[in-house]
């Protein structure tokens, strides 16, 4: 994930490349919450995803995905733990295809 702007909205870029090559863009809108009662550093995180194309079996994509998970900033070095969820759509994917 990368970001595309700060505050006052925060947009993100994320790429997934699949093991043969194909690519999955995706734009969207993070929001991290700091966890109550946790160490500083500590956040929850959930992104909205609008799927925008890619390349290869992607090469015309659309649909939404979103992910939950927790943010570990301050960690060295800092990790994130997601879970990813939602639909992928285009003339090029097939139902049940890995």
């Known amino acids: 994930m ?7 909205v925060v947009r993100s870029l ?3 490349v699949t093991k043969s090559g194909d690519v999955l863009r995706a734009e969207g809108l993070p929001v991290r919450t700091p966890i109550p009662g946790a ?7 959930h992104v909205d ?3 925008t194309g890619g390349w290869g079996k992607y090469e015309g994509a659309y649909g939404t995905m979103e992910f939950d998970g927790l943010g570990h900033t301050l960690a060295v070095p800092p990790t994130t733990e997601l ?6 759509c285009g003339p090029n994917i097939k139902a049940n295809e890995n």
């Open 83 to 88: 879970i990813y969820k939602g639909t992928v």
């Open 49 to 51: 995803l609008t799927i």
């Open 39 to 45: 160490p500083p550093g500590e956040f929850s995180v």
């Open 2 to 8: 990368t970001l595309l702007s700060t505050m006052p």
């Open 14 to 16: 994320d790429i997934f």
